[in-house]
């Protein structure tokens, strides 16, 4: 039996909920999570519609990109689209999962799935977050120091971009004296020992801080293991907003228009005309992207996909790049195909459905 809690803890695998912005609310919105699952219903957002189609589908479960519970709701009296929605959800048994800008923050998620659509090559994160990763460093007896290494590799340190089991050693001697009350590994009480000891020194992500120390202990032979650890601020390559990429091969500025139109099945796009270089390298950030322009230009793009800008903020291209607003649904529905993906590698005992309701709020004339 498959419960929802076992989807849930799946997708946050792919996309762990520390990874959403502070302003957001990924998670489980509605519904038991020891339920059963009959059924998952894929969409961008979550409306009313979108429980009604859930409904004739037999799904209890919809995994919606877009948390339909953004803000604090103080009552539901089905007075807006939003306590409707909630309402319709809860009277039948629906869950409601939203995987947001966590989705957004990983490199295996939102935008990748669009710059694959676009066909871009050597992709990297355009805005990598700091503060993101922590260093460990102890001290272990020589001949102990591979087991030590090795069991925290396994528990998720050290890996460094592309790199996996990255750490770094250096030998010394470390020197104690047991007390009355110490069971030594090495050494007997009142004894002043000296041992050669290795001090290693791994990187790995916050979220792991216990699951390290755990593995430290359990592997160490010491009684009392040292260690310290460190906040860095370096930046994690694989964690941030945006996504930049290149072409293979260079389009002028109409054929990379034309390119992404088809790319992504698009009817309209707002555009700066100012730029005249040809476009080889590609920003992008599905949804509001807006913030990402200066880092855009700052990484030399020659273009950016997004979506939501402003009036006054296609300005602020000063022709050194082309903005290309394709709108913020267009940009964000590939995302259903993405979470189908992950979800159909995973769960095969019940049906994933993709939503054909049209979420869109906006209609073009």
Do not use: W
């Amino acid at each position: 039996m498959t419960q929802i809690k076992d989807v849930t803890r799946y997708l946050e695998i792919i996309a762990p909920t520390y990874l959403q912005e502070d302003y957001d609310n990924t998670g489980l919105l509605t519904g038991n999570p020891s339920n059963e699952v009959s059924g998952i219903l894929i969409t961008l957002d979550c409306t009313e519609d979108i429980v009604q189609e859930a409904i004739k589908l037999g799904c209890n479960l919809i995994v919606a990109h877009h948390p339909i519970i953004f803000r604090g709701l103080k009552n539901l009296t089905g007075k807006t689209y939003i306590e409707r929605t909630i309402i319709l959800a809860i009277k039948n048994d629906i869950s409601i999962y939203a995987i947001h800008t966590n989705l957004d923050n990983v490199s295996s998620g939102v935008n990748r799935k669009i710059a694959d659509k676009i066909g871009l090559e050597n992709l990297e994160i355009l805005s990598p977050k700091p503060g993101q990763l922590m260093k460990i460093t102890s001290y272990v007896p020589s001949e102990h120091t591979n087991k030590v290494i090795k069991a925290l590799n396994d528990s998720g340190a050290g890996n460094i971009g592309n790199y996996e089991n990255c750490s770094f050693r250096v030998t010394g001697t470390g020197t104690f004296q047991p007390n009355d009350s110490a069971t030594p590994h090495i050494g007997k009480k009142g004894q002043l020992e000296e041992v050669i000891e290795d001090r290693i020194e791994l990187i790995f992500p916050n979220h792991l801080k216990n699951k390290i120390l755990n593995s430290l202990k359990s592997s160490h032979p010491y009684e009392e293991v040292a260690y310290y650890l460190h906040q860095l601020e370096n930046l994690d390559q694989d964690i941030g907003s945006g996504m930049i990429g290149t072409l293979p091969t260079p389009m002028e500025p109409e054929e990379f228009l034309l390119h992404l139109k088809n790319s992504m099945e698009l009817n309209t796009i707002r555009y700066t005309h100012g730029y005249r270089g040809e476009i080889k390298r590609i920003a992008i950030c599905g949804g509001s992207g807006s913030f990402l322009l200066k880092k855009a230009l700052q990484m030399n793009a020659d273009a950016f996909v997004s979506a939501d800008f402003k009036y006054h903020e296609f300005f602020d291209a000063e022709d050194q790049l082309m903005i290309t607003d394709i709108g913020h649904y267009e940009s964000e529905v590939c995302t259903k195909d993405l979470i189908y993906g992950v979800l159909s590698e995973k769960f095969t005992k019940f049906a994933l459905h993709l939503s054909k309701v049209v979420t869109n709020p906006i209609s073009y004339f």
